[in-house]
């Protein structure tokens, strides 16, 4: 008889936690009560074996899912056995003994159903003990317990009062770690964000002792990155969970976050690459302490709003933007473009002193404080459209084409070209028209150039943005731009015909989207004879290269253009439907992935950003992918437009349009399918 390796022990207990989970009523619940006792009895004896600190923990989960689906639909418990073995392990002599009934306990803190107020004091009891347990492997997973125990009785009051002083043993325990070696502070942290979020009133009697902590940690060199940004999550998230507490009993500490998250995010690493790099936000790292520090400020702003936020941030920027260390400099203006939304009502009345204080840095000695003060304009023009363009166009478009027009810093220039995008997306057109020549000087000479960096070098960060840049302009101008069109058509469809490799896919569906919006802009007359070499381009490439990837970055752009190149041509766009309807029904039917995922799954896959999730209670979470969705949304747009369009003309088509759009009526997961 071979007995089970450790991996295959922890492999078995994984496959079982999940067979139970997800097959529990037609697996386990279909043996005879005996068989089901049995193996109740082998689970709790093989507890109380010798095993590894991971095995043992996957046998908990293993018991635990058992115990969860042992609580019937009335809140009754169907395991007594459990619960006397938890009481019996939690006054163990034995750590780990201590141990396993805390792992139960924190998988299944709502195992005592519906007796639960009998057994209160009890579990008080066991976790205010276990959180000042002389073992400290005791006391970490006592916290992770007491805090799932509170998100499960979060909407009752009465419990969560009597639970306040374990909170305050779980913040000594923190303030214990944090300065000790060989510790793990972070795991303590995030429980505690878990338990803000949802019951911000348990932290109202030590909101200060907690706040005093946090920036001391902050503000110390020896806790790690990860410690530091998670203490700054806890203070974001008591702001964000209960404004009027933090107002009301710690209203002194806010100028003092304020003041950590702005030192935080002169935090920047000098890069000597900086400015060499071919992708504006390829070197952006989300957990970068800057990057961190700027969405703090963010969501401090919109929770605690302008009349808080904004005064401390308005007399701090004369120091930052007078000091002579670029990063302060740089700093000042991205917090100007950070707290836009949460202080809009404010910053409305103080707007023309701002601007006037952000244009001069658009010609900074230091390129990236150049590139701070494009986003500071970039960002204001979004967050007050249509106000700002109204008000500030005199000084903001002369200003952002100069450096347009300056190479200096391909990351500066484009990053110009950006934000005078966000200012056309809600500019008046007779606001723009007046500069529409010279803009459109400055984005030819830009393209020109740029056209001759990317065949000398391949280099395409500009290049990229002037087209962008370009099809904004001309969205806006509309049939003001007809005088311009026989500039810029070559160029573009000369990028379309060359921008053929894998890595250049953005670039060329970009021109693509920038070609059709340009037609639509100066109507079928104009656009007519391109037409068809537009189509007929877009069509051999597609043919060329095969079908595309639903991930291609071309695709979402080619059906966009498909249907504004319909639009144009009218009837006259039938001829090309036997071309682009598989693409386009291909994409409009992609099918989204969805899984029932409990919460062991979710930590497994980490923190994917394709993937969205749901809480559905205690046990499970719906979780949607959420790539392909957009391509989808703007496929079924097409379909529309195309119908409306040829109307009699798209007949051909109705059957297996039909057969596709009928069962998305019920198609719950992006607003824009289902209507």
């Not at 109740?40 to 004896?45: D, I, M, R, S, T």
């Not at 009754?76 to 792992?103: M, T, V």
Request: glycine share 4%; with cysteine.
């Amino acid at each position: 008889m071979r007995f089970l390796t450790v991996g295959e022990e922890e492999l078995a207990a994984v496959l079982l936690r999940k067979l139970i989970a997800n097959s529990y009523n037609e697996v386990f619940s279909k043996f005879s009560p005996e068989v089901q006792e049995q193996i109740k009895n082998q689970l709790l004896h093989q507890l109380a074996c010798n095993m590894n600190q991971s095995l043992k923990r996957k046998m908990c989960e293993v018991v635990s899912e058992l115990a969860r689906n042992c609580i019937d639909d009335d809140g009754n418990n169907n395991w007594p056995d459990f619960l006397k073995y938890l009481f019996e392990w939690a006054s163990s002599s034995d750590p780990s003994g201590r141990e396993i009934a805390l792992l139960l306990f924190a998988s299944v803190p709502g195992i005592f159903g519906n007796q639960q107020s009998r057994y209160v004091d009890v579990i008080h009891g066991m976790l205010s003990r276990s959180l000042t347990d002389e073992s400290k492997k005791v006391r970490y997973v006592a916290v992770r317990a007491t805090c799932n125990f509170l998100l499960t009785n979060e909407k009752e009051l009465q419990v969560l009062k009597q639970f306040v002083d374990c909170v305050n043993l779980i913040i000594q325990f923190f303030s214990q770690e944090v300065d000790s070696e060989g510790s793990e502070p972070e795991e303590i942290l995030e429980h505690l964000v878990e338990s803000i979020e949802s019951c911000p009133s348990l932290f109202r009697e030590n909101l200060n002792e907690l706040l005093q902590l946090c920036f001391k940690t902050l503000t110390d060199s020896r806790p790690s990155e990860s410690c530091k940004h998670l203490c700054l999550e806890v203070i974001v998230t008591l702001c964000e969970a209960s404004s009027s507490m933090i107002k009301k009993s710690a209203a002194r500490q806010i100028s003092v976050a304020l003041s950590i998250i702005l030192s935080m995010m002169t935090d920047i690493e000098e890069d000597d690459r900086w400015n060499y790099v071919d992708d504006d936000n390829s070197d952006v790292d989300n957990e970068s302490t800057p990057v961190v520090a700027e969405s703090a400020l963010d969501r401090m702003a919109c929770a605690l709003g302008g009349k808080t936020v904004l005064p401390y941030i308005l007399n701090t920027l004369p120091q930052m933007l007078q000091s002579v260390n670029w990063k302060e400099r740089y700093a000042g203006l991205m917090a100007l473009s950070t707290v836009g939304e949460g202080c809009s009502k404010q910053m409305t009345n103080v707007l023309p002193q701002i601007v006037d204080r952000v244009v001069p840095f658009l010609t900074d000695q230091h390129m990236r404080v150049r590139y701070a003060a494009c986003n500071a304009l970039g960002q204001m023009a979004a967050d007050f459209a249509t106000l700002f363009q109204k008000k500030f166009h005199e000084k903001v478009i002369p200003a952002l084409c100069i450096i347009l027009n300056n190479p200096a810093s391909r990351r500066v220039q484009a990053h110009a070209g950006a934000a005078l995008v966000n200012f056309f997306e809600d500019c008046p057109k007779n606001i723009l028209s007046p500069y529409i020549s010279s803009l459109v000087d400055a984005l030819e000479k830009v393209l020109q150039e740029t056209l001759g960096d990317f065949a000398e070098s391949g280099s395409k960060l500009v290049l990229e943005q002037a087209v962008v840049t370009l099809a904004s302009l001309a969205d806006c101008a509309q049939e003001k731009f007809i005088d311009y069109y026989e500039r810029f058509m070559p160029p573009l469809k000369h990028i379309i015909i060359h921008a053929n490799e894998p890595r250049l896919g953005l670039l060329r569906g970009k021109t693509i989207e920038c070609v059709s919006l340009i037609g639509l802009a100066v109507g079928k007359e104009k656009f007519l004879s391109d037409a068809s070499e537009v189509m007929d381009l877009l069509l051999k490439a597609h043919a060329a290269n095969g079908p595309m990837a639903d991930d291609d970055p071309q695709l979402t752009y080619l059906i966009a253009a498909w249907a504004r190149i319909c639009k144009i041509l009218g009837p006259g766009f039938k001829t090309y439907l036997p071309y682009v309807m598989e693409p386009v029904l291909r994409a409009a039917s992609i099918k989204p992935e969805v899984a029932v995922l409990d919460s062991v799954d979710i930590k497994l896959m980490g923190n994917d950003d394709d993937w969205e999730f749901i809480n559905l209670g205690e046990k499970h979470n719906f979780g949607i992918r959420t790539s392909g969705l957009e391509e989808k949304a703007t496929a079924c747009q097409m379909l529309v437009c195309y119908v409306r369009e040829l109307k009699g003309g798209f007949a051909d088509y109705i059957e297996d349009t039909a057969k596709l759009m009928v069962p998305m009526l019920k198609f719950y997961f992006h607003d824009d399918i289902l209507f």
